[in-house]
């Protein structure tokens, strides 16, 4: 017997207090015998390279987050703690510069920047407006 579960809509807010991008999305729950499985809205979270890049995004607003609050003295140690490459945990911290409509889009899989982990990798510019003039010509 499989029990269905549909928890909220989709929405993203800025929470400026907690210094936080909460993002909302309807999801729903199956399970079935032992394994419990979560299914989103077709074309919610389509492309798995969005999923790659969504990932890296919130790890890089986590791993700031961490340093921020002195858990970790360097970046090196974050990524050893991590188990992961400390040029990883600079990529993924560099996405946190990213314009907050760039990020927002990332998150939710619309408007027009819609960019792979590819793009978001290679250096780009730290001015918001020269990035949004960047990524046009990378998603053209």
Known sequence: MAYVFKNGDEAVEFLEQEGLIKVTLPIRLNHRG???????????????????????????????KMLN??????????????????????KCIRLTCLAPDIQEDILCYQGKWQLSMKDCMKPFPMLWSEQREHFSKATD
């Open 69 to 90: 609050r002195d858990k970790f003295p360097s970046i090196k140690q974050l990524a050893e703690k991590e188990k992961v490459d400390k040029a990883r945990v600079s």
């Open 34 to 64: 032992g394994k419990t499985t979560i299914e989103t809205p077709v074309g919610a979270i389509d492309p798995p390279e969005m999923k790659q890049l969504q990932m890296a995004l919130m790890q890089g607003h986590r791993w700031l």
